[in-house]
């Protein structure tokens, strides 16, 4: 199982109060897991990803061990913990202004 932490606005959106755990199918990569999450949570299509274009949306990063994996190519396999449900994939909101 993957562990997953969402921002709090997500959160709220999924109807969940902490981290989710998700089955993923090999190879576990961005994609996949994100493809596992708006499956499970269909309201979160969208938000995390542009829904056409199915890239990252500005101002959305993820993270696993500790790096950040936001300008990773989405095919490419997550870190060993994080496949092995070790370590979460964290998806951040991220911060802007001055």
């Known amino acids: 199982m993957i562990q997953v932490t969402l921002p709090t606005h997500l959160r709220a ?9 998700l089955q993923v ?3 576990i990569t961005q994609r996949a897991i994100l493809d596992a999450l ?3 949570y269909p309201m979160l299509r969208g938000t995390i990803r542009d829904a056409v274009t199915r ?3 500005p101002f959305i990063r ?7 994996l936001s300008h990773e190519p989405a095919d490419v396999p997550v870190p060993p913990d994080v496949a092995a449900g070790k370590q979460p994939f964290r998806i951040i909101g991220a911060m802007a202004g001055g």
Do not use: K, N
């Not at 993820?62 to 950040?68: H, L, P, Q, T």
């Open 13 to 21: 959106l999924a109807q969940v109060t902490g981290p989710v755990e």
């Open 25 to 27: 199918d090999e190879p």
């Open 38 to 40: 708006e499956a499970a």
């Open 55 to 57: 890239e990252r949306r």
């Open 62 to 68: 993820f993270f696993a061990c500790g790096e950040d």
